[in-house]
């Protein structure tokens, strides 16, 4: 059985920093892409950071330069490390894992990220 879990949200002041972490069970590690989505109250879910198993990396404008997103392979974990965080980046962040292969997608159950201003 697939599973994704997420850790590492909370309540942070403007400015501060979060590190989330992502750990993956259940699956081979193979071609794949895992990414962070982001959804605040009221609105779609959006993608805030991608990286392949290539280690190709893909961020959302509104976070380029304060998000950095990471993965080990040893650990089947992704990181993303959120500094400079801003009330905008509040929300339910999710950890998403997409197969290659099979074209499936898997995702994990959520953390929550506060930014207060």
């Known amino acids: 059985q697939v599973q994704l879990v997420e850790s590492g949200g909370g309540l942070v002041q403007t400015g501060g920093s979060l590190r989330l972490s992502c750990v993956v069970s259940g699956i081979s590690f193979r071609g794949n892409t895992m990414g962070w989505y982001r959804q605040a109250p009221g609105k779609q879910r959006e993608l805030v950071a991608s990286?392949?198993?290539?280690?190709?990396?893909n961020y959302a404008d509104s976070v380029k330069g304060r998000f950095t997103i990471s993965r080990d392979s040893a650990k089947n974990t992704v990181y993303l490390q959120m500094n400079s965080l801003r009330p905008e980046d509040t929300g339910g962040y999710y950890c998403n894992y997409h197969d290659w292969y099979g074209g499936m997608d898997y995702w994990g159950k959520g953390t929550l990220v506060t930014v207060s201003s």
């Open positions: 990286i392949t198993s290539l280690d190709r990396i």
